[in-house]
């Protein structure tokens, strides 16, 4: 029967083929597509490392360099009160200053053509990072600490420089800070005090704005004295700028500067930090007897009258938290100089202004800005140089090139960067006959 079925199968083209039956024991095959492997999706990169990073201290408060030192740490510590914070340590920090002192911003990059700063081997490391300086300062008796944040790639160039010299004077020059942790201090005759100040809680970082205090310099070419004083810590008598005798200074250089003295309970000096001259001459003072410990800040210039010099500018002495620059009088004259760009805005820091007067002419000229293009390398060598629109002769702009191309920069983030600065020409205060349409011949190199 099932032999005439199959036969009827066959005759109709009706049955499809039947596999023999399997064996018993053994599985049935079965057959299916190889399955579908998706591969995860790949990983995105870490967002970049935007730390914090104090860079730089200035004092202006009766405290000595070892001691403003020492607040570095408890000034880490309020910096992480900041959202997001990622604050570099001291081994960080270190190893940043060491790149600067080789020359390079990056380890494995080449010696710059300028020796970069500190700040700027930060800002090439952590182009969203932000810097951070610390400003103990006083005015008058009331002092204060802060820490002034600034925006990523923005803040004031800080120089290497070896530990017992970190201190700056004075609030050191550059943008504004973005934020700023401000706290009194109540007694700045005690190191203790500062500290608190800094580790004090219930305080947070907010807008800053500027505040610029009224300024002690006064004109005069006379011999040195001390014209003001600023007293911490318990006195019972008035200190008074006669207290310290101006014959004690009769050898010093006629600069302005300052002298921070610190007072025993005797009322001797017993140590004095500034221009040696100026310690020299304060420690024979004889002041009022108190409890320690007691501060003074010398406020020291030239008195009123003398003789000003004719031309140049007075030396700046000694080291520590004195020195500076007395202006006097100058021959009036024109000027051709160059203005670096601004770091880090190109992303590169120039050395200091150009004279180029030797290239123009200025009594023929009218006073402008012209921008002025530098390609770099690597290393921050100019390879070209392009002036914005001018009317200057083909020796004058080949002058100009020719000088311009020897300004030194630090390490641009890559080679072919632009490095945009400017010409700036000032013709002098009594101007000459107008141009004639001669050019003046360069002087070679």
């Not at 570095?72 to 510590?77: G, T």
């Not at 920090?93 to 020796?115: H, I, M, S």
């Not at 050898?251 to 610190?262: M, N, Y």
Request: aromatic fraction near 4%.
């Amino acid at each position: 029967m099932r032999f005439f079925g199959a036969l009827v199968c066959m005759l109709a083209g009706a049955c499809a083929a039947t596999p023999p039956p399997e064996p018993q024991g053994r599985p049935s095959a079965v057959t299916s597509a190889a399955p579908t492997i998706t591969a995860p999706p790949p990983k995105a990169p870490p967002p970049p490392r935007a730390p914090q990073g104090l860079l730089s201290i200035s004092s202006e408060a009766p405290l000595f360099n070892a001691e403003s030192l020492k607040l570095e740490q408890e000034a880490l510590l309020a910096l992480k009160q900041l959202p997001n914070a990622d604050v570099l340590n001291a081994s960080e920090l270190a190893t940043l200053d060491e790149l600067a002192k080789q020359g390079k911003v990056r380890p494995d990059g080449p010696t710059c053509q300028l020796a970069p700063a500190v700040s700027d081997v930060f800002r090439a490391q952590f182009p969203a990072g932000q810097q951070v300086h610390l400003d103990l300062s006083c005015l008058g008796t009331d002092c204060q600490s802060r820490l002034l944040v600034y925006r990523a790639g923005q803040g004031p160039r800080v120089p290497s420089r070896p530990p017992e010299q970190r201190i700056f004077f004075s609030t050191m020059q550059g943008p504004q800070p973005e934020l700023a942790r401000l706290a009194k201090v109540e007694a700045p005759a005690s190191v203790a005090s500062w500290q608190e100040s800094l580790t004090r809680e219930g305080l947070t970082f907010a807008s800053f704005m500027a505040v610029t205090g009224p300024s002690k310099a006064r004109r005069g070419y006379g011999p040195l004295e001390v014209y003001s004083i600023d007293a911490f810590g318990a006195f019972s008598k008035p200190i008074k700028p006669t207290s310290f005798s101006r014959t004690s200074f009769a050898k010093c250089e006629r600069d302005f500067g300052l002298a921070l003295v610190d007072v025993d309970s005797a009322g001797k000096v017993a140590s004095c930090e500034g221009d040696p001259c100026v310690c020299a001459g304060a420690a024979s003072a004889k002041l009022s007897q108190g409890e320690s410990p007691r501060r003074l800040i010398l406020n020291v210039g030239p008195s009123a009258g003398g003789k000003a010099p004719k031309f140049g500018m007075m030396k700046a002495s000694g080291t520590g938290p004195s020195g500076g620059l007395m202006p006097v009088t100058r021959a009036p004259r024109g000027r051709v100089s160059y203005a670096p760009p601004a770091s880090p805005s190109n992303e590169v820091s120039s050395n200091l202004r150009r004279d180029l007067t030797r290239c123009l002419d200025v009594a023929q000229t009218e006073a402008r800005e012209i921008p002025v293009t530098s390609t770099l390398d690597e290393d921050g060598k100019v390879q070209t140089v392009e002036l914005g629109s001018h009317s200057f002769s083909p020796a004058e702009e080949s002058c100009l090139k020719r000088e311009l191309a020897r300004v030194t920069f630090t390490c641009p983030d890559r080679a072919g960067a632009l490095a945009v600065g400017s010409l700036s020409i000032t013709p002098p205060k009594e101007k000459a006959l107008p141009h004639t349409g001669a050019a003046r011949t360069p002087e070679g190199p």
